[in-house]
């Protein structure tokens, strides 16, 4: 098969039971709950390596001039594979910050430094960021909005359409 087509367009989600399940853990253990937003993320991503330029045409407004060829640097909205190349390089960052998969979710994720847990269940360009220690949680973001621009929200009120009110207090 040809790589770079359509069957590397999927990009995982978690199911909405690991969505609750991270949002119950955060409550019951009392822990801040970030909602995480990448702005405009399939283009701060990567495209596959594959050695096969990517070439469009001038867009809507650009005069095409004779000789001059378009060729895409970064995933675009509206390319099929945009969504798996942004899911391809959190997951690689990730990693790098010593996170690891959580069981089957293909989009949750978590590091546990033997004291602290930090949670993620990411959807696309929109996360959910929760941990143990608030100090922690901050500084791990501030490196996330190091590397990626992102806006986080202080707490997660609204995730995938669901809104979330939350009795941390009351657990």
């Not at 995982?12 to 019951?28: C, E, K, Q």
């Not at 033997?114 to 901050?138: N, P, Q, R, Y």
Request: charged residues 25%.
């Amino acid at each position: 098969k040809e790589k770079g087509g359509f069957e590397n367009a999927f990009s995982p989600v978690p199911h909405l039971a690991g969505v609750r399940t991270t949002m119950s853990i955060a409550t019951a253990q009392g822990w801040t709950a970030r909602s995480v937003d990448f702005t405009q993320g399939f283009i701060q991503s990567d495209l596959p390596k594959d050695g096969k330029p990517i070439y469009i045409s001038p867009p809507p407004g650009v005069k095409e001039e004779e000789g001059v060829v378009y060729e895409v640097l970064r995933p675009l909205y509206g390319m099929p594979h945009s969504g798996r190349c942004l899911h391809v390089t959190w997951s690689k960052w990730l990693k790098s910050e010593g996170f690891s998969k959580v069981g089957y979710e293909g989009s949750m994720w978590a590091k546990n430094d033997g004291k602290d847990t930090i949670l993620i269940a990411t959807h696309v360009d929109d996360s959910i960021v929760t941990g143990s220690s608030t100090e922690k949680l901050d500084a791990f973001l501030k490196k996330l909005q190091e590397r990626f621009d992102v806006t986080v929200e202080k707490d997660v009120s609204d995730f995938l359409g669901i809104e979330w009110e939350r009795d941390v207090e009351g657990r």
